[in-house]
């Protein structure tokens, strides 16, 4: 792994949740502190990585003055609760009649990364077994984990039929981090068989791919095409951009590389990439 995503993996990236607050934040309010502390995140990550020790602690102090990671999280638990549609897991279930019988037997095997509850739509269908895990578990069913950490299945029995990244990949700091995750999902999916294809659920903020200096859909496409996936299904709406890839080839040996590269110029646009070295 590089030394790079080292210092700017998905840990120090995407910050553990926590409980549901008790009041509601305002739609424009939750946005806002979300984004903010996105962004303060990534200032810090690339600080640390350029062993800026007086440009980092003053982040983190900036981040703390905000009210730190409890309001960031009490935030993000309210703008992905369903009573706001953020239950990301019900456009899955729209699409998985296509897939197999929704009384498929035995049920199929699916991890989500970045788990914030157990009972979303999914886990309510009865058609899968799940394995929930997060950064900072808040609920014993949910496995406190690092998905970057997480050791790699050894046999097809251990791995899984679905994986789900919702809302994750975003949060990972660099955009080397953000491909390695991305990459590192093959080994985690079964091998082709009767059974189905194995399906990678993969959610971003609309943004990452409507309004970046560095990615859209085409180059998005480029690169799961490299890692062995075949675009199966694509939602878009004002806030998120949904997708589902079928794992169904092996990954691009020829030395095809990814790097950061402009490919839609503008002042307007946002910064978000990931590279495959």
Request: net charge positive; with cysteine.
């Amino acid at each position: 792994m590089s030394k790079e995503s080292r210092k700017g993996g998905l840990t120090s990236g995407r910050p553990p949740l926590a409980q549901r607050a008790k009041r509601a934040l305002p739609s424009k309010v939750t946005r806002s502190i979300i984004r903010t502390h996105h962004q303060l995140h990534k200032q810090l990550a690339q600080a640390t990585s350029a062993g800026d020790k007086s440009k980092a602690e003053a982040i983190e102090r900036e981040i703390e003055e905000r009210g730190g990671l409890k309001v960031y999280q009490d935030a993000s638990i309210t703008g992905q609760s369903s009573d706001r549609g953020g239950d990301s897991s019900k456009v899955l279930m729209t699409w998985m009649n296509s897939y197999v019988p929704m009384n498929q037997s035995p049920r199929l095997k699916m991890l989500e990364v970045g788990a914030l509850s157990t009972s979303n739509t999914c886990a309510r269908s009865g058609l899968f077994d799940m394995t929930w895990i997060d950064l900072n578990s808040q609920d014993p069913k949910i496995e406190q984990q690092d998905f970057m950490q997480r050791p790699v299945p050894k046999t097809d029995s251990e791995r899984f039929d679905v994986l789900s990244l919702s809302l994750v990949v975003n949060y990972v700091p660099t955009a080397t981090g953000r491909g390695e995750m991305l990459s590192r999902t093959r080994e985690f999916l079964r091998n082709k068989d009767a059974s189905g294809p194995p399906l990678l659920f993969f959610v971003l903020p609309a943004p990452c791919v409507t309004n970046s200096r560095y990615m859209d859909e085409n180059r998005l496409n480029e690169i799961m095409s490299s890692l062995g996936f075949r675009a199966a299904q694509r939602k878009l709406s004002p806030k998120l951009y949904y997708s589902l890839w079928v794992l169904n080839g092996e990954e691009d040996k020829s030395g095809s590389a990814f790097p950061k590269v402009e490919i839609n110029p503008g002042r307007t646009r946002n910064n978000f990439c990931i590279v495959l070295p």
